[in-house]
Every structure is written in structure tokens, then in C-alpha cells.
């Protein structure tokens, strides 16, 4: 921590005990060098000595943005102490209203505010040229801040924006995940090579650039069969993938391949030699949205093709048409005969099953798979909401991934999620795979949570997340050896929850603090 941040109190007993106690809040994210942590703290420290006060905390955010309070440990746990009677201080001090935030609801903004004046706690703005003090004239300026601080934002956003969108139309690329087949090349100012970057490298110069490039010929090997036996062949995504784990072909996730892999391979335009952005976009760090064709930007022959475009135009037909000509008869006579032949009907069994067309189709034919259930006359034994809730619980999983990624970055740690796997990636080295346990009623009314076991389960600790009874919050969280697993799931219930004493936590923080003690008493052990 930089030395303008420690906190150096006075010697005299009697004027420290005149002095008001108070707390810094610092917050960087990457606007302006002046907003440095250091010259916010030095700014803080002057108007403390002017006012008599001495600093007893900081809190700070680093590398945040300011757009809303989630990631933001510094200020959630400031908010936290404020409310929870543990602040030993009555003064918050902080540079400006901005790094307040930039809160695009300014209401957002003054909310945290009154908070902190609602437990006894004011709130002060170092370099600003008005005093907080509730008078007419500083709350209309203050507002004023605000409004001009998500201004700022918004503008910025805009300009980003459209400074991405002019590298992709020049043949740059703007970042977002890298298929197998394609690598990545930093060239400079003038288009002169500098090498190729691996997975998590990124361009240290302004100046610099990355360019789009075929990956090596053994992978380009690898795309020209998959769109051979898809197209030529007339395989199936998930028949193609279980050809080449059959064959032991690796991909640069170094995981067994997925029909998602394939398909995301059969639809790249990279691979007949464009570059294609903007199809989706997401400003102010907002859900993101697809975007019309229109305003795609399709840069064509920006690197050389792997596939044939008539090869790939075959696919795309393919992958358009494969499931619109059947019927809606159709589609539910193929459904009722998989559950005459499997007695019961899910979406593993559908997705492993040829000939039969993925959920998705279902979803968007009949409104949802319980519709077409009742269609075909199958009702299951059991609650069938999570099956319309799919998109909110992959939500409600992704929410308490970001949360611990904070606080274990806020313990040292280099944490990453990755969608799809639902895996947590610690220094580069522990697996922690997240899973959510939904509750049912068993036939006895009991009831039970569950978890099942993944076709992909990486070494290391399964976190599992139980809900509580509908399934709409949280009840606590279990960290558990993913060699505990030995069969296709894990049920918990009431009576039997006494067995996982010491591997139950009650929150987030409880559960990164139980990561840290297993990473740091696992870093002797082998590679995961």
C-alpha cells in the first residue's frame, strides 16, 4: 500500500482525543491518471488536517468501476460497518462525488449517502467547492455532480464504442473469446508482426494492434473434418464430437469436445476468412443485446480462408433447415417415442439421443418443455419450474461467482469463472466447480436437494449452492472433494445435513475464506 494510505497518528494524547475520527474511501478505475489512489489519499489527508480529523480506515476499490455497487468490496463493506453499528468513525471522506460513482441512477448514488447520515455517519467530498451540509445551495450542486459523473460515463461508452467498431471495420480485433483453429497476432503501427500471443496475453503499447491468423495446420486439419463429416458425411454436432474424443484430437480448452464446440465452429465466419463484430453489445456494462445484421460489422477477406464458402454456406443451410421441416406432430411423435423407449424423458437424454431435436427447439415451438410434455401425455414425478428458469439460475450462478471472484482477489488470489463449465479457476492452477442444489419433494414429502454429477468433472472441490424450498433463494453453501462424488449425484437433506460439518458455510464470505485455507493447504499438492 502506498505510504500516502497509512495512517500516521499524533503523539499528543489530548489532541488526538479532540480530533473527530473519520474513514478515506478511494476508488480507481482507469480514467484519469490524476484520480490515482495516491493523489486521492494526499487530497484526503490535507482536508482532514484542516478539519481536525483523523483517519482511523480506509477503504478502497481498485481497478473498479463506478457504474454500480456489485464488485465494489470497498464500498459494500464501508456500507456494511455503516449499518451493522461497526464503525469506530463518524466521517466518510472522499475525493469527489465520481468516485462516490458513477451511478447511472443518481438515486443509487444518494441512497448509499443516506444510508451513512441515516446511522450518524456524514459523508464529505474532499475536492469539491461545496460544503455537504444539507443547505439548499449543496444539495442542488451535489446533484448536479452526480448527474454530470453518469454523464461522463455514458459519453465515454459511446466513444469506446464507436472506436471499437472503427478497429474491427479496419481488421483489428476487439476482443471476446478465440475459437480452436484461430490464433491471435500483435502487430504494430505499420502492420509489422511482433508475434503471436498465447491464452491471456494482451497488448502492452497503445500503438499496437491484434490481428485475427489460422491457428496451426494441425487445427485447421481439424475444422476442414468437422465441416466434412457435417456437411459431406451428414454427421450430426454431437455425432462429430464424439469422434474426435474417440480419436484423441485435443481442443485449446484442453477438454473433451462438446456439440457447443462444434457448432460454435460450424457457424465462425473466421474460418472462410471474415471478421465479424458488433453482434451483440453491451454498453455501460448492461445485459447484452443482439444487434440487427445491419449493423454488423463484416470485414470479408481480412485473414485467409480455412473452409470453402460454398462448404460453409452447406452448413449454414444445414444447420438452418435441420429441424424446420418437421412437423409440430412430427417433433412430438419423435418425443413420445424416445419415452417409450427410455421411460423417462430429460434434456440429457435428449441432447445424447440422434434424430431427436435439442430443448431449444421445443422451447421455441411449443413455449416450453412442459408444454410439450403435456402434449405427449408425460407428466413428470416432480417439479418441472427450473426447466422455464434455466436462464435464472445460470444467472443466480454467475451472480455468486462474481461475488466470490471479489473476495478472493480481495485475499490475493487470481480467480476466473468460465460460463458454460460453471468452473472457478484459481491461480491458474485449483478447479472449483460451482453447482446448484435445487429442492424437490420426494414421494414421502420429505424434502431433498440434488446435484448431478457432470460428464465433464474436473479435479479439485464441487461448490454447491442449495437453494431453499421454490428454489428462489439461498439457503448456505457446501464445499466438497470432487472425489467425494463417486456416483451420478449428491442428495442432501435436513436430517443428514449433520455430515458435512465443516464443509458448510452460511455466505459467500465464510465460503472464500474455506477456498483460501483449501488452496493454501492444497499448494504442495499436485496440479489440478
Not at 89 to 98: A, E, G, K, M, N
Request: glycine content about 8%.
Amino acid at each position: 500500500m502506498a505510504n500516502s494510505l497509512v495512517v500516521r497518528k499524533g503523539t499528543d494524547l489530548a489532541k488526538r482525543n479532540k480530533a473527530l475520527f473519520a474513514a478515506q474511501y478511494v476508488r480507481m478505475s482507469t480514467d484519469y491518471q490524476r484520480y490515482s489512489i495516491q493523489n486521492q489519499a494526499a487530497a484526503i489527508a490535507v482536508y482532514a488536517q484542516q478539519k481536525n480529523l483523523t483517519i482511523v480506515r480506509t477503504y478502497m476499490d481498485e481497478g473498479r468501476s463506478g457504474l454500480r455497487i456489485k464488485g465494489r468490496t470497498g464500498l459494500i463493506e464501508l456500507i456494511d460497518d455503516v449499518q451493522s453499528g461497526r464503525a469506530n468513525f463518524d466521517h466518510i471522506l472522499v475525493y469527489d462525488v465520481s468516485r462516490w460513482g458513477r451511478f447511472q441512477d443518481t438515486d443509487e448514488s444518494a441512497y448509499y449517502e443516506f444510508i451513512c447520515k441515516q446511522n450518524g455517519v456524514r459523508v464529505s467530498y474532499c475536492a469539491e467547492q461545496f460544503d455537504n451540509d444539507g443547505s439548499l445551495l449543496s444539495s442542488i450542486v451535489k446533484n448536479l455532480k452526480r448527474v454530470m459523473a453518469a454523464e461522463f460515463s455514458r459519453e465515454l461508452s459511446v466513444k469506446i464504442h464507436a472506436a471499437k467498431l472503427r478497429g474491427a471495420s479496419l481488421g483489428f480485433r476487439q476482443g471476446g473469446p478465440l475459437s480452436f483453429g484461430l490464433r491471435r497476432e500483435l502487430v504494430d503501427e505499420d502492420r509489422v508482426s511482433k508475434g503471436y500471443l498465447d491464452r491471456g496475453q494482451e497488448k502492452y503499447l497503445k500503438t499496437d494492434r491484434v490481428v485475427l491468423r489460422l491457428g496451426h495446420p494441425d487445427e485447421i486439419q481439424v475444422v476442414r473434418r468437422i465441416f466434412s463429416e457435417f456437411v459431406d458425411h451428414r454427421k450430426s454436432a454431437e455425432k462429430i464430437a464424439r469422434g474426435l474424443n474417440r480419436d484423441g484430437l485435443p481442443n485449446h480448452r484442453g477438454r473433451p469436445w462438446t456439440r457447443g464446440m462444434v457448432k460454435y465452429i460450424l457457424l465462425n465466419e473466421n474460418f472462410i476468412g471474415n471478421t465479424v463484430y458488433n453482434r451483440e453489445s453491451s454498453l455501460l456494462r448492461g445485459k447484452a443485446t443482439k444487434n440487427a445484421p445491419n449493423l454488423w460489422v463484416r470485414n470479408k477477406g481480412a485473414i485467409p480462408a480455412a473452409i470453402d464458402p460454398d462448404v460453409f454456406h452447406d452448413a449454414q443451410q444445414r444447420m438452418k433447415r435441420r429441424w424446420e421441416h418437421l412437423s409440430d406432430d412430427e417433433l412430438l411423435s419423435r418425443l413420445k417415442t424416445l419415452l417409450q423407449k427410455e421411460g423417462r424423458l430429460s434434456q440429457a437424454i435428449m441432447n445424447r439421443t440422434l434424430g431427436v431435436p435439442s430443448v431449444n427447439v421445443y422451447d421455441e415451438r411449443f413455449g416450453s418443455m412442459r408444454n410439450a410434455y403435456r402434449l405427449i401425455g408425460y407428466k413428470l414425478a416432480w417439479d418441472t419450474d427450473w426447466i422455464e428458469r434455466k436462464s435464472e439460475f445460470s444467472a443466480l450462478l454467475q451472480n455468486n461467482a462474481a461475488d466470490l471472484i471479489c473476495r478472493l482477489e480481495g485475499a490475493g488470489a487470481v480467480a476466473k469463472f468460465e460460463p458454460g463449465e460453471d468452473v472457478l479457476r484459481i491461480n491458474k492452477r485449483f478447479v472449483f466447480s460451482l453447482r446448484l442444489a435445487r429442492s424437490w419433494r420426494a414421494p414421502d414429502r420429505k424434502l431433498i436437494w440434488t446435484i448431478n454429477r457432470r460428464t465433464v468433472l474436473p479435479r479439485g472441490y464441487i461448490v454447491a449452492i442449495r437453494l431453499d424450498e421454490g428454489n428462489n433463494g439461498i439457503l448456505d453453501y457446501f464445499l466438497i472433494p470432487t472425489k467425494a462424488m463417486t456416483t451420478s449425484k449428491i442428495r442432501f437433506m435436513d436430517a443428514g445435513l449433520q455430515r458435512f460439518d465443516g464443509c458448510r458455510f452460511g455466505s459467500t464470505a465464510q465460503l472464500a475464506k474455506a477456498i483460501i485455507h483449501r488452496i493454501n493447504g492444497d499448494a504442495r499438492g499436485p496440479t489440478r
